[in-house]
C-alpha cells in the first residue's frame, strides 16, 4: 500500500506508471538523506512525547542498520513499492510493527522529501565544489610553470597583444573562484531545513523544528511553513545555474584548447593517448575529449531553463510538476564531476609550446609595446600611435621584444598567490566541516 493510499482504493496501472515515472531510479540517489533525515525527527518526535524512549532507540536502530545497507549499496526499491521513503517505512514497520508505523507522525511526504532534496543538494554541491578546487590547483600549477612561456594574445581572433601561458592559466583559475562563488550561494539555499512544515501549512503538533535543524547540521530553517515548499524548484534552478555558470567556465577552456591543438595555432601539444584518430587521414590527432568536453558543458548550459519551465505559472503549495525536478538535477551532477575530472586529467598532461612569439609573424603583438616605449620617453600617446601606425604603414617598425609587465595581474606579476588565498576564502564559506561533524553524531 502506498503512504497516501487509503484503503480499497485502487489506481490504475498505467496511471500508477505515468505518475511515478522514473522516481523509483531516482530516489536510490536519496536514500541515505532519507534515512538521515528520519533519524532526526524521531529523535525530535521522542522530545514531544510523540515517541517513547523505547521506540526511539528500536527505529534508530533499525535506521543505521538501513544506512548500513545504502552504504554498502545493497539497499533496494522493491518492485511495487513507490518510492525511497515507502521502502524506509515499509522496512521499519516489516521489522517493527506499529513502531514503525509511528515515525510518519508530524510529518507529509512533501516535507520528507524536501528535505532528502536538500541533504543530497547540498552534499552534491560541496562534492562539486571540491572538484572544482582539483581543477583550480592545477590551473594555478601551470600558470606558474608557464609563467615566461609567452603566447599570442587574441581579440576579434585577430592578434592583440603578447599574453603567456601563465596569464591563460590564471584566466581561467581566477574564473573558478567566480563559479565558487556561486555554488555556495547554491549551498546556502540547499542548507536550510524544511522539516516540519508538513504539506505546506504546518502541523498542529508542537514540532521542534530547531532540533531538527540542528541535528542536521542545517545554517537555519525555512521559517515559514509556505514559503518551504515554495522552495522546492528554487533550491535546485540556484543549483542548475551555479553549475551551469561552472560548464560555461569549463567549455571556454575546452574551446581555447581545440584552437590552440589546431595547427593554424600549434600552441599546445595533447599527447597520443588524449587523442583520437580518423577512419581514412592517417596524420589526424583529434583533440575529441577537448570537443566533448565542449559539447557536454554547452548542454548543461541550458538545464536552468528547463527548470524554469517546469516551474512556469506554477501557484504556492506543492504540485507533482516538480517530482520531474529531480530527472534533470542528478544526473546534472554526475555529468559536471565528471567534466571537472576529465578536464584537469587533460590539462596535467598538455604540454606547452615555447618561444612561439619569436616568430617573426608575430611582429605586430609588441605595436603596443612600441607605442609604450615613445610615451615613456615624451611623446604624447596619440602622438606616438599615430607615428608606430606609420612604421608599420612604411616597413620601419621593428619590433620591441623586451617587455616590461609589472602591474597586478599582468605578465610579470601574476598574483597566483593571491589568487589562490582567495580561492581557500571562498572555499571555507561553505563551513561543511560543521555539517559533517553533525551527521556523523546523528549516525554514529
Not at 69 to 96: C, M, N, P, W, Y
Not at 182 to 203: D, E, F, T
Not at 331 to 344: G, K, Q, R, S
Amino acid at each position: 500500500m502506498k503512504l497516501w493510499q487509503k484503503e480499497n482504493t485502487v489506481t490504475s496501472e498505467k496511471i500508477e506508471r505515468f505518475t511515478v515515472g522514473k522516481d523509483r531510479e531516482m530516489d536510490l540517489h536519496l536514500a541515505e538523506f532519507d534515512v538521515l533525515g528520519n533519524i532526526a525527527h524521531a529523535t525530535m518526535l521522542a522530545t514531544i512525547g510523540l515517541l517513547t524512549s523505547h521506540d526511539l532507540k528500536a527505529l534508530t536502530e533499525e535506521l543505521k542498520r538501513i544506512y548500513a545497507q545504502v552504504q554498502k549499496a545493497e539497499f533496494v526499491i522493491e518492485d511495487g513499492v513507490e518510492d525511497v521513503h515507502s521502502q524506509v517505512e515499509l522496512l521499519l514497520t516489516r521489522k517493527l510493527g506499529d513502531t514503525g508505523k509511528k515515525i510518519h507522525s508530524g510529518r507529509s511526504r512533501n516535507d520528507q522529501v524536501l528535505v532528502d532534496m536538500k541533504l543530497y543538494t547540498r552534499a552534491r554541491l560541496f562534492d562539486v565544489a571540491t572538484a572544482t578546487e582539483k581543477l583550480f590547483n592545477v590551473l594555478a600549477s601551470k600558470s606558474e610553470e608557464h609563467k615566461n612561456d609567452l603566447l599570442p594574445g587574441y581579440t576579434h581572433l585577430q592578434i592583440a597583444m603578447p599574453s603567456s601561458f601563465g596569464l591563460w592559466f590564471g584566466a581561467y583559475a581566477e574564473a573558478l573562484i567566480d563559479d565558487i562563488i556561486q555554488i555556495n550561494a547554491a549551498y546556502r539555499l540547499a542548507n536550510r531545513n524544511p522539516l516540519g512544515s508538513g504539506a505546506g501549512y504546518g502541523s498542529s503538533f508542537p514540532l521542534n523544528r530547531q532540533l531538527t535543524t540542528d541535528l542536521l547540521g542545517f545554517e537555519g530553517m525555512h521559517h515559514n511553513v509556505v514559503y518551504a515548499q515554495m522552495s522546492r524548484g528554487r533550491t535546485e534552478q540556484a543549483a542548475l545555474t551555479a553549475i551551469s555558470s561552472l560548464a560555461a567556465t569549463v567549455s571556454r577552456l575546452a574551446m581555447d584548447v581545440c584552437l590552440y591543438n589546431s595547427q593554424n595555432f600549434s600552441f599546445i601539444i595533447l599527447p597520443d593517448d588524449l587523442t583520437t584518430g580518423s577512419s581514412i587521414m592517417p596524420h589526424k590527432k583529434n583533440p575529441d575529449v577537448a570537443e566533448l568536453l565542449r559539447a557536454k558543458t554547452n548542454r548543461m548550459k541550458a538545464l536552468p531553463m528547463e527548470i524554469t519551465m517546469v516551474l512556469s505559472n506554477l501557484p504556492s503549495g506543492y504540485h507533482r510538476d516538480m517530482q520531474l525536478l529531480k530527472e534533470i538535477l542528478m544526473p546534472a551532477f554526475d555529468e559536471i564531476l565528471d567534466c571537472l575530472d576529465i578536464a584537469a586529467f587533460m590539462l596535467e598532461n598538455m604540454k606547452v609550446k615555447q618561444d612561439l612569439l619569436e616568430d617573426s609573424k608575430y611582429d605586430l603583438l609588441f605595436s603596443v609595446e612600441r607605442v609604450n616605449e615613445l610615451v615613456i620617453n615624451g611623446v604624447p600617446f596619440r602622438d606616438a600611435y599615430r607615428q608606430v601606425g606609420a612604421e608599420i604603414a612604411d616597413g620601419t617598425y621593428v619590433a620591441p621584444r623586451d617587455l616590461k609587465h609589472t602591474h597586478e595581474g599582468s605578465i610579470g606579476n601574476l598574483q597566483t598567490a593571491e589568487i589562490s588565498a582567495r580561492m581557500q576564502k571562498e572555499l571555507a564559506a561553505f563551513g561543511y566541516e560543521k555539517v559533517q561533524h553533525a551527521l556523523d553524531k546523528l549516525i554514529s
